[in-house]
């Protein structure tokens, strides 16, 4: 049997219909934006394999470190104990951070990174004996991930229909522009005092489709939702290491958070890890002498010493000038392809932020289009490109390794895969 075949008898795999479900693509290696499939096929991986693979894929560099700390000490019971790439991640990665960070608290992915800032946040105002203190506040259209908490603070849709009546009470707001920002901050004067913290992604929300908006009112909101009080925790699961063409997206926001959440390319997008980092004051309700006040939460495989040597290593690469050149070159080219796509017009909302472009195609009546984002995906894989839309989102969010060629080719894919939409839409 073939692997896709016995995929098919054993494995449920993630957001996918299990019925008629169509057979996974076997990929049997990968090298720095190509993935191979099994009978010697190559796609660019446009989208960095869920916005994780930050230097490409199967690294020699990041391999090798890996290789060697499994070979030294490839685990080991965090509470009582530490390790050295656990230390020196914290060490080397707080003086990064966009604020003034004094702490990392690690576990295994994004949502554990956000289960742990708002459980920190929560008991932060517990720890201050004022737990009516206790409301979130989230935008709308919001993605923080897949777990209980995480799926609380996110948007309501479709994802989270089944578990609504379980899910606990947000206060949900827009992202803020010129227009709503007054009312936002009415909103904040009337109620701030009851919100516990605030959760973000900074500048652009992800899975909720690649939407961006401005730094300007954000830190207008952002100004008064500190001055309430609120602890700000920005969720960089997506948007940090680079990929909005500075380290850290808040770092467009002259505002900072009190507590961020790192996953992703914390990795460069080779293990599994999530950071939860806090500034000294969140830290401090910790530090008493009521042992009620513990931060009762960790993981089996917390600070995992390879995957934290992994971002060490993955840290030595983005530190590099060639990174920082290829991510400037990637966002001036995405900014000029995005100039040229201007001209169709089948496309809405065109936008772009450093390594991310991202665009809607227009719904046409043909029933076809119904299922347009897998169509697309198929499309593009018949021409060695992988992308996959979060609905009529079209978006690449490549690896920072990719060359101008493969870039080039991906756009290239992507004026074919217009002009055949097109010719169906009519
Ligand atoms: C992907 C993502 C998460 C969840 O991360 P997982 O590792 O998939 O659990 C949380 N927040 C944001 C902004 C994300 O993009």
């Known amino acids: 049997m073939n692997l896709a075949a016995r995929d098919h008898a054993v494995i449920w795999h993630p957001f996918t219909q299990q019925k008629n479900r169509p057979h996974p693509i076997p990929i049997v290696k990968a090298r720095g934006s190509l993935l191979y499939g099994e009978n010697g096929q190559t796609y660019i991986d446009a989208i960095s394999s869920w916005w994780v693979t930050l230097h490409g894929h199967a690294h020699p560099y990041i391999a090798e470190k890996i290789y060697q700390q499994a070979l030294e000490l490839e685990q080991v019971i965090f509470a009582g104990f530490t390790h050295e790439p656990a230390v020196a991640l914290a060490e080397r990665i707080l003086p990064k951070l966009p604020g003034n ?40 259209n919001a993605y ?5 908490g995480a799926m609380s603070v996110s948007d309501r849709s479709v994802f989270t229909l089944a578990f609504h009546d379980l899910l606990f009470e947000v206060l949900f707001i827009d992202t803020p522009t010129t227009d709503n920002i007054q009312s936002l901050q009415n909103l904040i004067a009337e109620q701030g005092d009851t919100i ?32 309430a009080g609120i602890i700000c925790i920005a969720d960089e699961v997506m948007t940090g290491f680079g990929r909005t063409g500075k380290l850290f997206a808040s770092s467009y926001l002259a505002q900072s958070p009190d507590i961020i959440c790192l996953s992703k390319g914390l990795t460069g997008g080779t293990m599994a890890l999530g950071i939860t980092a806090c500034n000294d004051s969140i830290y401090q309700a910790y530090v008493t002498d009521d042992k009620y006040q513990t931060f009762f939460h960790g993981h089996s495989f917390t600070a995992n010493p390879i ?5 060490l290593a993955s840290l030595d690469l983005l530190e590099n000038t060639d990174c920082a050149l290829s991510i400037d070159r990637i966002s001036e080219s995405n900014q000029v392809f995005a100039t ?3 001209s169709y017009p089948q496309l809405k909302q065109l936008r772009q932020l450093g390594t991310i472009l991202a665009f809607e195609i227009a719904q046409g009546k043909d029933e076809y289009l119904n299922n347009l984002s897998p169509m697309i995906t198929d499309l593009a894989l018949a021409e060695g490109v992988y992308l996959r ?16 060629e493969e870039l080039q080719r991906i756009y290239e894919v992507i004026r074919l895969l217009l002009a055949k939409i097109t010719s169906r839409n009519g």
Request: net charge neutral; aromatic share 12%; with cysteine.
């Open 144 to 148: 923080h991930g897949d777990t209980f």
């Open 101 to 140: 960070f004094s702490r990392v608290f690690y576990s295994d992915n994004g949502s554990t990174s956000t289960e742990v800032a708002l459980k920190m946040a929560i008991q932060f105002w517990w720890n201050q004996k004022q737990p009516q203190r206790n409301k979130i506040l989230a935008f709308r």
């Open 196 to 227: 516990a913290a605030f959760i973000y992604e900074p500048l652009v929300q992800g899975a909720g489709g690649m939407k961006m908006y401005d730094a300007k009112p954000m830190d207008m909101l952002m100004s008064n939702i500190r001055d």
């Open 389 to 404: 839309p979060l609905g009529n989102t079209v978006y690449l969010m490549p690896p920072y390794c990719i060359t101008e």
């Open 340 to 342: 040229e796509l201007k």
């Open 307 to 311: 995957a934290c040597t992994a971002a």
